[in-house]
């Protein structure tokens, strides 16, 4: 059983177009979480939902607009695609999310590439 | 925010060996600082995790020490192996809800 899915695996696009990304977790957690990994490795958040509300909306584009429509579900949607978005994203869950504290889960990550 | 630092960035040590790996963290009010290892192709997955009220866990290989006066933690894996090779990420709670990872370690066993 896949605790944290996300789909799809590897995404090739074209500048300009939009996108979207789906995260689902079977854990039963509260909190969700968009993570961008670039080229280097750098992992940095992005999003944070608990319970379906918006939590943590760090420096992101506002190109890149979070939907949950329940808080199993976390989807990243992305506008006007640009190269500089290539990277790998990762989707993760936690419990209850309290302060950071909880153990995150990870998705396997989604592969963007935008041409 | 936390500011999480880790060094170093590569590191490659014969198999059999110990590795070690360190991160310094910004903020002193931080409780709780867990380890991912990130193999190729694949998200991060939690190893061992540390909170303030304790100086070292220890999980068989793992182990994690935490010195809160001088503000970091260190990973230890001993008797490496092969399959010990990936990349290693240390992390602080950041501003509520999130983490704050330091830039990654990649770790190389060779036979």
């Known amino acids: 059983d896949t605790a944290v899915s996300q789909t799809p695996k590897y995404l090739v696009t074209q500048m300009g177009n939009d996108k979207s990304i789906k995260c689902e977790q079977n854990l039963g957690h509260d909190t969700m979480y968009w993570y961008k990994q670039d080229s280097k490795k750098f992992l940095k958040i992005m999003f944070s939902y608990n319970n379906k509300e918006l939590i943590i909306n760090e420096t992101v584009p506002n190109r890149f607009s979070p939907k949950s429509p329940d808080k199993a579900h976390l989807n990243l949607h992305i506008n006007s695609l640009e190269l500089g978005d290539s990277a790998v994203y990762f989707c993760?869950?936690?419990?209850?999310?309290?302060?950071?504290?909880?153990?995150?889960?990870f998705g396997p990550g989604t592969r963007l590439t935008v041409l | 925010g936390e500011n999480v630092e880790q060094h170093p960035s590569t590191l490659s040590v014969q198999e059999g060996d110990s590795a070690v790996i360190k991160c310094t963290y910004s903020d002193s009010a931080s409780n709780y600082f867990p380890w991912y290892k990130q193999e190729l192709g694949k998200g991060p997955q939690l190893i061992i995790d540390?909170?303030?009220?304790?100086g070292e866990k220890k999980d068989q290989r793992i182990a994690v020490t935490l010195n809160k006066t001088a503000k970091h933690f260190s990973l230890h894996i001993t008797e490496t192996q092969p399959e010990d090779s990936a990349v290693y990420f240390c992390?602080?709670?950041?501003?509520?809800?999130?983490?704050?990872f330091g830039k990654g370690t990649s770790l190389l066993v060779t036979p």
């Open positions: 993760a869950s936690s419990l209850f999310g309290t302060l950071g504290t909880d153990t995150q889960y």
């Open positions: 540390i909170r303030s009220n304790v």
């Open positions: 992390a602080a709670p950041d501003s509520g809800y999130a983490l704050n």
